[in-house]
């Protein structure tokens, strides 16, 4: 297990491309990389986990991390790991109030750990990046699911190994599901699940990994393949989007110049829809919209861009979407579904404020790591002891100057936005949040209230996580 030492090393091995600003490395050239037809893969629907046992209070699943091979490309097989096979991973569906426990067997030979991102958990099943299965080791995580349902993703978080092995697939769904919120909503078939990452392959087709590689990830994937095609009828869908890549950053528009109804963010459902033409989603954020295509022509053939991606089509045209007739051409399809004016009752901001404090994040240029006012990660040393049942402000500045982005995620807790730069944030970004983005020179105020029944060591992070494995980490103990 690398220490504090061991942090500096490797960041120190990242020589240059930890120096460059934007991480703007360009590595080796890719060679002829094999393609797919754009458009001609129909989107994959990641497989929804089935408990092994079920009793009174809890589902039992298992998984295991082993190595796995994925149909990426057509007809080409490329070497990757996975859960239970799986690229990306299972889809575990939880029902609030009802507990999941997990067993977890890691058959690489490195080795794992698994945080439920955005779960509210205890210190034991948080996946802290020393708490790790080792190979040929299991373990038992333990999900309360006593939490607003919301759109959660689990992945790994080892100490040092993060970024390399959740960019080679270990990542997966977990949805947290409750019947009395906005059960109108589109459900079963026309509730999609689109998970977003980028990948850079040989001209073998394997997966090529360098850490602050971001430039040569030139595919982007939808539920592990590029540039998929989905079949929609003329009605309103639910779309779940996810931003699981290490360092890409999305702002997705319609070709038509349609419309997104957002109706949650990170943890959930918010107060009520906003309506948006652009949806921007940095690394680990999550948000869930309602697209409606009762109004488009059977064979019209809408395209999910990405603004952020060039001139390149493999990252600016992601996915597209083929309304496809249904019973009458003439007419929409049936759609008993809707998008209620008001979605969810948010709690109150609660109890005073006891305690400001400022996060400062900035590139260490002399030691070649990223740090956290101030300190590159040291797994031995608590940054915070933060008081159970108090409410915190973080002052959260990205330091470091233009364009190097950043953003925080914090354990255990979904944190209100505040305010960015000193203006009041949009209601898209205000709650529930567990992961914020902060560009360069900006800073973000975040209202935490640890109303948490747990106490225990927790990590925060950047989830620019190829920025978090070199160092770009602290931790709190929250105290009873």
Not at 430 to 438: E, G, H, L, M, R
Request: proline share 8%.
């Amino acid at each position: 297990m690398l220490n504090r030492r061991g942090t500096l090393k490797l960041g120190a091995a990242g020589g240059v491309a930890l120096a460059l600003p934007a991480e703007r490395l360009v590595s080796a050239a890719l060679g002829n990389a094999p393609t797919a037809q754009p458009f001609s893969v129909p989107l994959p629907i990641p497989p929804v986990l089935s408990p092994v046992y079920s009793d009174r209070s809890t589902d039992y699943y298992e998984l295991s991390v082993r190595p796995g091979v994925a149909e990426i490309l057509p007809g080409v097989q490329t070497n990757v790991i996975t859960y239970n096979g799986s690229f990306p991973g299972p889809t575990i569906k939880a029902r609030r109030g009802r507990a999941v426990k997990v067993a977890v067997t890691n058959r690489l030979q490195t080795p794992s750990a698994v945080h439920l991102h955005g779960g509210i958990v205890p210190q034991d099943s948080d996946g802290h990046p020393l708490d790790v299965i080792q190979p040929g080791k299991h373990r038992v995580y333990h999900y309360p699911n006593d939490q607003r349902a919301a759109t959660l993703w689990y992945h790994d978080h080892a100490h040092h190994l993060e970024a390399e092995q959740i960019y080679k697939g270990l990542c997966g769904l977990y949805l947290i599901e409750d019947r009395k919120d906005a059960p109108s909503l589109p459900k079963g078939q026309f509730d999609i699940p689109l998970m977003f990452r980028d990948i850079a392959l040989d001209d073998k087709g394997q997966l090529l990994w360098a850490i602050f590689d971001g430039q040569r990830r030139n595919t982007v994937l939808v539920n592990g393949v590029p540039q998929p095609v989905l079949k929609v009828r003329r009605r309103k869908y639910r779309l779940r989007l996810v931003n699981t890549s290490n360092e890409r950053m999305f702002s997705f528009r319609l070709s038509n110049g349609g419309e997104f109804v957002q109706v949650a963010t990170d943890g959930g459902l918010m107060a009520r829809p906003v309506r948006r033409t652009e949806i921007s989603l940095w690394p680990a954020e999550r948000v869930e919209v309602v697209v409606d295509f009762s109004k488009q022509r059977g064979g019209t053939k809408i395209m999910l861009t990405n603004a952020n991606g060039g001139d390149v089509a493999s990252t600016s045209q992601i996915m597209q979407f083929e309304v496809i007739d249904g019973i009458r051409r003439d007419a929409p399809d049936n759609d008993d579904s809707e998008v209620p004016p008001k979605l969810s009752v948010l709690p109150a901001i609660g109890a005073p404020v006891m305690m400001t404090r400022k996060v400062v994040l900035s590139f260490d240029a002399k030691n070649m790591v990223f740090l956290i006012n101030g300190k590159p990660y040291d797994p031995h040393r608590i940054d915070y002891t933060v008081k159970r049942g108090s409410t915190e402000i973080w002052e959260v500045t990205n330091a470091d100057p233009d364009p190097i982005p950043h953003s925080l995620h914090v354990h255990v807790v979904q944190f209100r936005v505040l305010d960015r730069n000193g203006k009041a944030v949009e209601p898209w970004e205000a709650y529930p949040k567990d992961t914020v983005s902060i560009p360069a020179g900006e800073t973000v105020r975040l209202l935490i209230r640890f109303d948490a029944p747990y106490t225990g060591v927790f990590p925060f992070h950047c989830h620019f996580v190829d920025h978090s494995s070199v160092a770009m980490m602290a931790q709190m103990r929250i105290v009873a």
